[in-house]
Each structure stands twice: as C-alpha cells, then as structure tokens.
C-alpha cells in the first residue's frame, strides 16, 4: 500500500457490526498503480476488538466528565513605560481619528471600506513577502 494513502482510512464497521476495520474511502485517491494492484490483492485491514471499542468510549466518558482545572485570574493589564504608554496612547487617538473621518466620508459602508481596506493591505504584504522587492532609499541623491 502507498505510504501516502495510510492518512486516508477511516475506522467502519464491518459487516457483522462487532469489530471494526480501517478502510479507505471511497473518495481516496488511487496510487498510479492500483488498478493493477486492486484486483490482486484485498487492502489490508485493522480489526479493533469490542475490548478495545469499548476501551475507547470509556476514555471519551472520562474526557467528558473531567472539570477545566481552575486557574488564578490573571491580570491582563500591562504596565508599560512612561514614554511607550505615551506612544500608544497617541497612536490609538489617531486610528480613532481615522475611524471617525472614515465614518463621516462613508456614512455605513464605513466597515465595508476598512475591509476592503484591509483586503487590499494584505495582498500587498502577501505580495511583497514573496517577491522581496528591492526598497528604493528614501534620501535624496543629490543634497540641494
């Protein structure tokens, strides 16, 4: 059997219903050379006893009735330093600035606009990481 292919089974019943056996699906893809192989030979199986069935809906019960463990709230503020507490500030004034004049200019396409805004700001970002533009210097060639 192709390496590839063993991600693909899937655990049915068999047809007595007591055990279960790994099958492919129907919709798996074929290795190039199974329809030689097919007729040949019957694909392996993985027979899983009741005990082992039943195992593992015990193991499911257990998950289920086991409590989230109780964790100490955590604070989530952070202190930052003056000067960055500043900066943060001010950017934060200014995107609200933004979203304020944005609402004014689009009335309630407003969030239609930052989304496509914001489309276009990632396929830029998408684009530039894969091709590596080379970035023009950004001073003068020539002092006037």
């Known amino acids: 059997m192709h390496a590839a292919h063993m991600a693909y089974r899937c655990l049915t019943p068999d047809n007595t219903g ?6 492919a699906p ?3 893809p074929q290795p190039p050379d199974a329809a030689a192989t097919a007729a040949d030979a019957a694909p392996p199986t993985l027979e899983l006893s009741d005990e082992l ?10 998950r289920g009735r086991r409590k989230p463990q109780a964790r100490a709230p955590t604070d989530r503020r952070i ?3 003056q000067q960055e507490n500043e900066a943060t500030r ?3 004034a200014e995107r609200a600035l933004q979203r304020e004049d ?8 407003a969030s239609t606009m930052r989304m496509l805004e914001a489309d276009l700001n990632s ?3 998408s684009i530039s990481h ?6 023009w210097p950004s001073v003068p060639l020539r002092a006037a």
Do not use: C, H, I, K
């Open 18 to 23: 007591s055990t279960w056996a790994a099958q």
């Open 26 to 28: 129907s919709y798996a």
């Open 53 to 62: 069935v039943a195992a593992f809906a015990r193991m499911e019960q257990r």
């Open 79 to 81: 202190e930052l330093p």
């Open 90 to 92: 001010a950017v934060m």
């Open 102 to 109: 944005q609402d004014r200019a689009y009335g309630a396409r």
């Open 123 to 125: 396929a830029f970002d």
């Open 130 to 135: 894969d091709e590596l533009p080379v970035l």
